[in-house]
């Protein structure tokens, strides 16, 4: 898949659907097991590195026009537990615009507390 597919925009429905359901559980999702998730649901050529899943995870943040927690966040590496490099920097470009003392630990629990509440 690439991004100027038309099915691209459905893509990132479905992933911002996923993300959702996992923050409202309190729960990360490594890059393999969303890649895994959209491949279920009809989406087999997002593969879980680089790519087409870096610009899926930017328009999911971008799914609220990046005003609200970076949904994300939550996505993380299986090894490590944490977000990509990737993340940091889209975090603190525009229209993110994420301090210098801004962590993902922070923005990762931002966004449980906001998908908790709905």
Request: net charge neutral.
């Amino acid at each position: 898949m690439r991004i100027k597919d038309p099915e691209y925009p459905t893509a990132v429905e479905t992933a911002v659907e996923i993300l959702r359901k996992r923050a409202q559980q309190g729960q990360t999702i490594t890059y393999g097991e969303l890649s895994a998730e959209l491949a279920a649901q009809g989406f087999d050529s997002i593969p879980p590195h680089c790519g087409v899943m870096t610009y899926l995870l930017k328009d999911v943040c971008l799914h609220r026009n990046g005003r609200a927690a970076m949904l994300s966040a939550i996505v993380v590496n299986k090894a490590s537990r944490e977000p990509s490099d990737q993340f940091s920097g889209l975090a603190r470009s525009l229209p993110f615009s994420r301090s210098a003392n801004w962590s993902w630990r922070n923005e990762q629990q931002q966004v449980f507390a906001q998908y908790h509440e709905e």
